[in-house]
């Protein structure tokens, strides 16, 4: 038996791996890459997504994710170059078609890609970071298509002249235009402002750069902000439709500097139909399209504002200067009132109620305003003229509107001082003639200006009220302590010295009648209040007398007192000279002349008769009795002739009355400032004066020099030892 | 198949389902790709997919009723390869515990590592992974607690770590000459360095030493102590490693000390702390970056009459503007960051059991989730909540302990886990809330 062959042992070494089909990758990535080319054929319906996606699964756990995701980037690129070929060959308008359509395509194949290599994105993608797969299919769309050589330009070139065909007035398809914007924004933002913003930018720059200056050409101020107007909207609209909504504020930018910003100084200025014509003819639409469109460029606004308070001051300038106007100081105000008033509805309804305009507004009415020195002068004759007669029948409120206006000017005015005294001698007039129409309404006016500059500013004024009342009471007490029935009735105000404008030195002999009734007053009045001292302010006054003429009529005549007393000269004698009169009655001569004036001098109304007849009384007239004086009325009222406007040389007086006034004002407050700081130089104190005073005046610094002079003359400073410059305060 | 319904041929077992259900799946999955209209369908059989049913059972359960219910014997592993598959994998994530409540949480597991030495310190990301230092040695686990490649930033001792995100780890610590050393960022799926981040002088890049460090979205933040004119805090792009900007310590608040850092999302600002013994006294800032100011500071340096208030450790609870600090008697404390040196609220709950020298000790560490406090003392993990009207007031409420455990060393939370590391058995305990379901839902 032979022995049976040995069997040969062969020991194979022990394999660490199973090595899977070296075939395998390929194969599976062949199938993938198949599909691919199948979905961007349109001829998906054939495919298995369960097997694609398995087979992109194994690859990934194969790890030949690296094969996988390089693969999908070789044949995304080659299809997307295909493509861009095919959109190349498209003819003109069909360009964009197709460019559309193309991306509609890319988009469903991309969704179907990502599908497939979902578990790739998951893994691989995400520990290598690698780009996602949508991410990766628009970036390679980006670069392959809308930056490609042939494509980009031509891109670009369609959309910019479908644009500016938009902007001459023909259709487009804004739909199409939607999609195309919406890919490059797709793509990034970064690629939608490369690719088409930044251009477009700069063609509209042009576009509106050209027409402009045709615009600005042909039409006037008004047209060419309507059409800038509508430029602006259709811009707007365009990026509402097919832009990107953070294009807006750049596109309007572009259109605000081009059509607005760069000929903002022209259209201002423009020649009969710029700023200064819509002003003077009320155009409120056109200034507030003025407004709102220069609202948005930067120095837009600022434009028309000094425009605006530039053409405000002239024409202000003018009216104040005008000598016209300061012929009638109520007619001058009211002129300030209605332009003030003008210009508030043009703020309101074309400026937005602007804060600066009104700002602008204030400050030119203030410069013209005070241009003129007469301004408190006459502002406090126009509430003179409101108070005595212009607010008759007025209902409270429409008086109130007056009055609110009025403060309005006097907030303007530098030198309320002035207005302060003439406001106060108005004020006595009307007080103490019974002229004034509304109680309240003074009041009220009083009130405001204590609002506006504070209780010391109106102390006096309320005193003056206060005496009116107190003086009431007085007479009731005196008329009914006293018994007589007879002889003249007095009527006493008894007025606080200081709280009203009185002259002193007013003096006039009395007639006997009167002064024996006055110094019944006197005695009954000191009697209760003890220490007191009163004296007549003749000046003042007024007299009813009652007289009988040639033919037996009787007239009762309302005269002043100074009149009264030469009236009543004439009781004893027929025929007196000028120079009788004036010793009998001692009245100043101004007075004297001026009283008989208006008892002589007024045609058909004189009660004395002149020689010779003339205008004017002179010292050698000689005056008789006119006993045929006639009138319709039983009262007859025999006016002063009395300056409405005061004479140059009052004018004079005034100034210097409140040039006086305000030293005290200026030293107090040069003694409060040094008494808080001690020590301070020259410029800091005016410009400290100045500061606490200018509510009721600016003060000259020359004359605050001046002051503080005088009080180092009284030793209430003194110049420091060692810098001139610097005061010292002395306790 | 019509009416809504779907049915599916999951590797011989048919199923059949609806789109609504299958729409559950959200956008982004297998699933609801399979059944959108761009894929056609072709036989009435079904959609067939060549994968095992009993764990699409389970998955397709998942999406009917958003419970996770794994049958006993079936692995959690594989469970989560076949999620991922299906593109389900947030959602077996989401299933499996609830928002993080220490008075809740059980222990879900124990980790034993490999690695030679002690652990130090624990860090956890924000999906519930975390990674264990061991002095030279970072050991990374993923969400499902699967250990990654371990890293090691040149074999230098680790001085702070943390994720910038799931996928990437940072390693601070020390450097050792020109090319070794310093902080870097790691992929932890490949193991591999990303980006090393180093500071800048005229265009030349240097290593550091770096010692703590911390993130956010964008930024990455470290304490860098090397020299004057690198002493502070200095940032990082997290994506480029770009050095983008240095806060100096002008104020001598001991930045580039700094042993933690924390981001406080909400305030924006950075949370700074250098601690004994880096210090001797404790500084504690909040750095604004926008303002490149500190935006409110803390140190005791004047307010210690003894050392017995040494701050041992601390961490920021941005939603309630405190922070907590515990002492080497882990008494616990809070100070209130809306007020400017302010003194510390002690919470004197329980006071300090006499420790014996042999014993080893490790000082209480701290962590904090919404309003309540996680401090480690010894072998436990207390939990305390704070009161909603009191800033600086909380109450201790759980006591989280495990038989046969020693001393804690550090512990972490992060994806709604509380990470207990042990200081000598290499060992680290998970917890979770677990899902209560159908309970006030």
């Known amino acids: 038996m032979s022995r049976p062959k040995e069997k040969i042992f062969k020991i194979e070494p022990f394999k660490h791996k199973v090595e899977m089909d070296p075939r395998y990758p390929e194969r599976t990535w062949k199938l993938l890459e198949d599909a691919i080319h199948q979905i961007y054929n349109h001829n998906a319906s054939n495919l298995s997504f369960e097997e694609l996606y398995r087979s992109a699964y194994n690859m990934v756990l194969h790890k030949y994710g690296d094969k996988l995701y390089n693969g999908l980037v070789n044949t995304m690129t080659e299809h997307l170059r295909e493509i861009g070929r095919l959109i190349e060959a498209a003819q003109g308008g069909l360009f964009l078609e197709e460019l559309n359509s193309k991306w509609m395509e890319h988009n469903k194949a991309l969704q179907m890609i990502r599908d497939i290599l979902m578990y790739m994105d998951r893994t691989y993608v995400a520990n290598f970071n690698k780009t996602p797969v949508h991410e990766l299919g628009l970036n390679l769309w980006r670069d392959n298509i809308v930056r490609s050589l042939k494509i980009r330009d031509r891109l670009l070139d369609t959309l910019l002249d479908l644009v500016h065909r938009e902007r001459t007035g023909e259709v487009i398809n804004r739909g199409l235009m939607r999609n195309i914007t919406k890919m490059l924004m797709d793509l990034g933002s970064a690629v939608y402002q490369e690719e088409f913003e930044r251009p477009f930018l700069d063609a509209a720059a042009d576009f509106y750069k050209l027409e402009s200056q045709q615009f600005i050409e042909t039409s006037d101020c008004a047209d060419y902000l309507k059409k800038a107007e509508r430029r602006l909207n259709e811009e707007i609209e365009r990026v509402s439709h097919y832009l990107d909504a953070k294009s807006e504020s750049k596109i309007t930018a572009v259109v605000e500097k081009e059509m607005i910003f760069n000929h903002m100084k022209l259209l201002v200025e423009m020649e009969n139909s710029g700023l200064v014509s819509m002003l003077t003819d009320d155009k409120y639409n056109d200034l507030a399209r003025m407004y709102t469109l220069f609202r948005r460029v930067s120095t837009g606004l600022a434009t028309i504002r000094d425009v605006m308070s530039a053409h405000l001051r002239e024409t202000g300038r003018q009216l104040v200067m005008d000598p016209e106007r300061q012929k009638d100081p109520v007619e001058f105000v009211q002129r300030l009132l209605d332009e003030k008033d003008k210009y508030d509805k043009i703020i309101n309804s074309s400026f937005n109620n602007d804060k600066t305009f009104q700002n602008a507004l204030n400050s030119a009415f203030e410069y013209f305003i005070n241009l003129n020195v007469r301004s408190p002068e006459f502002i406090s004759l126009f509430v003179d003229d409101k108070l005595r007669k212009g607010l008759k029948g007025v209902s409270e409120e429409d008086v109130e509107t007056v009055l609110d206006k009025v403060m309005m000017l006097f907030r303007y005015l530098q030198e309320k001082d002035v207005f302060e005294k003439y406001y106060k001698q108005h004020l006595a007039k009307r007080l103490l003639s019974g002229r004034t129409v509304s109680d309240d309404a003074e009041r009220s006016l009083i009130v405001k200006l204590k609002t506006e500059c504070g209780y010391q500013f109106t102390s006096k004024l309320e005193g003056m009220f206060t005496d009116m009342k107190t003086s009431r009471d007085t007479m009731q007490g005196f008329n009914t302590g006293g018994d007589s029935n007879e002889g003249p009735a007095l009527a006493v105000q008894v007025l606080t010295t200081g709280s009203w404008p009185t002259q002193s030195g007013a003096r006039c002999n009395l007639p006997t009648e009167i002064l024996s009734i006055c110094d019944k007053f006197k005695a009954y009045y000191l009697s209760t209040h003890t220490g007191r001292r009163l004296t007549w302010q003749t000046n003042m006054g007024t007299a009813d007398l009652k007289a009988t003429f040639a033919n037996g009529q009787k007239h009762e005549l309302n005269v002043s007192t100074y009149q009264m007393c030469?009236?009543?000269?004439?009781?004893?004698?027929?025929?007196?000279?000028?120079?009788?009169?004036?010793?009998?009655?001692?009245?100043?001569?101004?007075?004297?002349?001026?009283?008989?004036?208006?008892?002589?001098?007024?045609?058909?109304?004189?009660?004395?008769?002149?020689?010779?007849?003339?205008?004017?009384?002179?010292?050698?007239?000689?005056?008789?009795?006119?006993?045929?004086?006639?009138?319709?009325?039983?009262?007859?009222?025999?006016?002063?002739?009395?300056?409405?406007?005061?004479?140059?040389?009052?004018?004079?007086?005034?100034?210097?009355?409140?040039?006086?006034?305000?030293?005290?004002?200026?030293?107090?407050?040069?003694?409060?400032?040094?008494?808080?700081?001690?020590?301070?130089?020259?410029?800091?104190?005016?410009?400290?004066?100045?500061?606490?005073?200018?509510?009721?005046?600016?003060?000259?610094?020359?004359?605050?020099?001046?002051?503080?002079?005088?009080?180092?003359?009284?030793?209430?400073?003194?110049?420091?030892?060692?810098?001139?410059?610097?005061?010292?305060?002395?306790? | 198949m019509g009416d809504g319904r779907v049915r599916f041929d999951v590797g011989g077992t048919t199923f059949i389902t609806s789109t609504t259900t299958i729409a559950n799946a959200g956008q982004g999955s297998m699933l609801s790709a399979l059944i959108d209209g761009r894929w056609h369908q072709p036989s009435d059989a079904g959609i067939f997919l060549d994968r095992d049913p009993s764990y699409f059972a389970v998955l397709l359960e998942l999406l009917r009723t958003g419970e996770l219910h794994v049958p006993p014997g079936m692995s959690r592993r594989a469970l989560h390869r076949e999620a991922l598959f299906y593109g389900l994998l947030d959602h077996v994530k989401e299933a499996q515990r609830g928002p993080l409540n220490g008075n809740l949480v059980e222990c879900r597991a124990s980790i034993s590592g490999r690695a030679i030495g002690d652990g130090i310190a624990i860090r956890a990301s924000s999906d519930g992974g975390c990674c264990v230092a061991h002095e030279t040695m970072v050991h990374v686990y993923d969400w499902a607690l699967e250990e990654k490649q371990p890293l090691t930033l040149d074999y230098v001792s680790v001085n702070d770590m943390g994720f910038l995100n799931p996928e990437r780890v940072v390693i601070c610590t020390y450097e050792r000459g020109e090319q070794i050393g310093g902080m870097a960022c790691f992929n932890v799926n490949t193991g591999e360095i990303e980006h090393r981040y180093q500071v800048t002088h005229e265009g030349q890049g240097k290593n550091f030493p770096a010692l703590a460090f911390a993130s956010n979205h964008r930024h990455v933040f470290a304490s860098c102590r090397k020299r004057i004119s690198d002493y502070g805090i200095g940032v990082w792009d997290q994506t480029t490693g770009e050095h983008l900007d240095f806060f100096h310590d002008s104020e001598g608040t001991h930045l580039g000390d700094a042993r933690k850092l924390q981001w406080l999302p909400q305030s924006n600002v950075l949370f700074v702390a250098s601690l004994y013994p880096q210090s001797d006294n404790s500084f504690i800032s909040l750095l604004d970056f926008r303002m490149k100011q500190k935006a409110w500071t803390w140190t005791d340096s004047k307010m210690r009459s003894s050392d017995d208030k040494l701050v041992m450790d601390t961490v920021a609870m941005d939603e309630r503007s405190t922070v907590c600090v515990v002492n080497q008697y882990d008494n616990l404390g809070f100070i209130d960051t809306r007020l400017s040196q302010q003194a510390v609220k002690w919470n004197h709950m329980y006071t300090h059991a006499k420790l014996s020298e042999s014993e080893e000790h490790c000082y209480s560490r701290l962590a904090a989730c919404g309003s309540q406090v996680y401090a480690s003392r010894r072998d436990n993990v207390l939990v305390y909540c704070c009161s909603d009207k009191e800033a600086t007031r909380c109450i201790q409420t759980a006591n989280l302990s495990k038989e046969g455990r020693g001393t804690i060393s550090d512990i972490a939370i992060g994806g709604d886990r509380l990470f207990v590391l042990q200081a000598e058995e290499n060992l680290f305990d998970v917890w979770e809330t677990p899902i209560l379901h159908g309970v006030g839902c």
């Open chain 1, 566 to 731: 030469i009236l009543m000269l004439f009781n004893q004698a027929d025929s007196l000279s000028y120079k009788d009169v004036e010793q009998a009655t001692d009245i100043p001569s101004l007075d004297l002349k001026r009283s008989l004036q208006s008892l002589a001098c007024v045609k058909g109304k004189n009660l004395l008769r002149k020689e010779p007849m003339s205008k004017d009384i002179s010292e050698e007239d000689v005056f008789t009795f006119n006993d045929r004086f006639a009138s319709k009325f039983y009262k007859v009222k025999i006016s002063t002739v009395v300056a409405q406007k005061e004479s140059e040389p009052e004018k004079v007086e005034t100034r210097q009355k409140v040039e006086e006034d305000r030293k005290p004002q200026i030293e107090a407050a040069i003694v409060r400032i040094l008494k808080a700081r001690r020590v301070l130089d020259h410029n800091n104190i005016v410009s400290e004066v100045t500061k606490q005073l200018q509510a009721r005046f600016l003060p000259n610094p020359v004359v605050i020099k001046k002051r503080i002079e005088s009080l180092i003359e009284r030793e209430f400073l003194e110049r420091d030892k060692v810098d001139r410059k610097l005061y010292r305060y002395l306790a």
